[in-house]
């Protein structure tokens, strides 16, 4: 299976984009399912469904045709599915701690549920095998890469905190329980944790396998846009996920010469078009002409695919290239790490027992040491020409 990911910044055209690679390769005989985790149903949007349609899918998969599935994940729903025993304890803790229910109820959403919700879906599809392509439309930049570093979060939390959390409750439930108001998880809670966590397992080798997972930056010829995709390219390298291609989105392709506005408009564009070619090169780029109108229904989401790929196949890997490798040296190895852009951040690192922690502004990549490599320390970290050089060198 094929999963390609789209993220860029807010407005730019992902749902469009990822609506209209969804329409082409099921014309191309794939059966493909484009989920979105928009809470402002933009992809029934695109493809032009009745409020009716949308109120029936109840945030389950919806037919379009032949080939093609949409999704647009109702997180409300996915909790009372799957949520249940956790979000219960949650609310009565709220509720108890003196919040009104609506109130609690909004706030036992968990901060990152949506970003859970879709990598359960992710697995599941992955495991299940009924689709030969997953279109992910995420959210904008900031909690798109909240999604590519939720599977490290959580595992993370399961190992390091659940395990204790739980042994803490089995012994103070009995004290507590009789002097506290405020209600102790129980078991069930656990359980659904951990059921819950277990359908997450793997998603997370998933996401770095390059000839699996694609993100695609959709981008326009803006400068505010091309920062924001510059610093998203970079973190989606470090935590791993192979970006194989720039979509740039809403070009103007007029030769409008008596128009002084436009003319300015398109000069514009075409200098920030060469700066992004320059910043994101090998990494292909695709051009989209911006159209003379909105992009809804099947029609125009066809002929906004041939603009985007021609006879390209969507589902190809355009571009593969290593994140992250180690070179061996004449002592020990080299963790050479792709990260364009990145020039005056400091870069942290933190040796774990399994992982090399490497954290650059607010963002942490845990790299996982080949076996041979764990014991080994890091020595400082050298960023040159696009990539981070850290000395992995034996202790003793
Ligand atoms: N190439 C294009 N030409 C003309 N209109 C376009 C083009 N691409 C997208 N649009 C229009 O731009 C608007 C925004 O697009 P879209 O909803 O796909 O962006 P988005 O990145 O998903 O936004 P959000 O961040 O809010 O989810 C829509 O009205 C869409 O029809
Ligand atoms: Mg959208």
Known sequence: MRIILFSGKGGVGKTTVSASTGYRLSKLGYKTIVVSLDPAHSLADAFDLSEEERAKAKGLPIKISENLYIQEIDVQEEVDRYWGDVYRFLEILFNTTGLDEVVSQELAILPGMEEVTSLLYVNKYYKEKEFDVLILDLPPTGESLRFVSMPTVLKWYMKK???????????????????????????????????????????DEILIDPEVTSVRIVANPEKMVIKESQRAFMYFNLFGVNVDAVIVNKVLKLEEKDCPFLKRWIDSQRRYLEDIKAMFSPVPMFEVPMLDEEVFGQERLSYLADLIYGDRDPAEVFFKEKPYEFIPQEQGYLLKIRAPFLSKERVD????EEEIIVRVGNFKSHILLPRRLRNMEPTGAKIREGYIYINLVSEN
């Open 161 to 203: 905190i659940f395990k204790t959390e739980r042994l803490v409750m089995k012994v103070a439930r009995p004290v507590v329980g009789r002097i506290s108001d405020v209600p102790l998880p129980d078991e069930n809670y656990f359980k659904a944790l951990e059921n819950f966590y277990e359908k997450l397992k793997g998603v």
């Open 349 to 352: 690192l933190l040796k774990g």
